[in-house]
């Protein structure tokens, strides 16, 4: 059976970092910044480590050969 393809969207959402956990981009930046506090727009620049199981389910469903 070949190898499972890579999905190019999460290529561009998602990185994996040397022990395994999964970075991505903190939600919630792309419009309605008006109404947030700056600590939620200050908190949300950046990356954010994803939950473990989150992670987990990242890489085997769309990332299965890595990065």
């Known amino acids: ?27 919630g930046k792309r419009h309605g910044m008006i109404k947030r506090t700056n600590k939620f727009i200050r908190d949300a620049r950046g990356t954010m480590v994803l939950a473990e199981p989150d992670g987990r389910k990242v890489v085997k469903n769309y990332l299965p050969n890595g990065l």
């Open 1 to 27: 059976m070949p190898k499972m393809k890579t999905k190019s969207s999460a290529k561009k959402r998602f990185k994996i970092t040397a022990s395994g956990k999964v970075k991505a981009a903190a939600a």
